[in-house]
């Protein structure tokens, strides 16, 4: 991952569009970490939006004044990544991020949960156990296919949204809201649930022979995307 004093020195050149696919992800990797350099990036943005207003004409009083207020505003936010630069500064962004994906993959396994145990008995006559296909795709029984669900649902699940699908939103669909990316995240969920593990990996039919187990599924995994994204925008509304 790259250090904050890397992403404040490319800064500029993200702004300006002068930058490659893959150091574009790399930075958009940092900045879903680093709340510090995510909140620099958003002053830096704020102050060249408005300097260009400055430059066409003589500023007025208070145009001057809301001109310097964001400069001063940028300059305190990038002292956090600047400062950053010890070797602990490497460390920091990765131990928040890691807090962070933990926080949201337990607002999903929760809401998991709560629809496979306590929602789906009442439609299925049984509840959703994902160690079922664990079982069959992985051979893994017992204790250690409930750790597997674990690890997956609180780790696994959430870095993914994290590192790779809040980045490419961004990117390629800036104005898609939190919800809309959300349920996108859980149903390329459960499409991978259907064909990649359960069925070339587990050897059931695809998508669970698209009977009531399926759309089940896809439920549950639409309610944990959307209970991760929204656990992830409460947090950014708040940091």
Known sequence: MLTCREV?????????GDIGPVERLRLQAHLAACRHCARYMDQLAHTVAVL????????????????????????????????????????????????????????????????????????LGFALDPTTLINAALDIWGPGAFVVHLCVGVL?????????????????????????????YGTALWVLAGTLVAHWMGGMPAFFGF????????????????????????RSATA
């Open 8 to 16: 404040s020195e490319q800064a500029t050149r993200l702004l300006d």
């Open 52 to 123: 260009p207003a400055a430059a066409s004409a003589p500023p007025e009083p208070e145009t001057e004044a809301r001109i310097m207020a964001a400069l001063a505003v940028a300059a305190n936010a990038r002292t956090a990544p600047v400062v950053a630069t010890a070797p602990a500064g490497t460390v920091r962004p990765i131990l928040h991020g890691l807090v962070e994906a933990l926080l949201i993959g337990l607002a999903g396994l929760l809401a998991w949960e709560a629809f496979a145990r306590g929602i789906a008995p009442f439609w």
């Open 156 to 184: 696994l699940f959430p870095v993914g949204f994290l590192l790779i699908v809040r980045p490419l939103a961004r990117m390629l669909a800036p104005h898609l809201p939190w919800w809309g990316v959300g349920t996108l």
């Open 211 to 234: 009977g009531a187990v399926a759309w089940a599924s896809l439920i549950g995994h639409a309610a944990l995307g959307l209970s991760m994204a929204g656990a992830e925008h409460y």
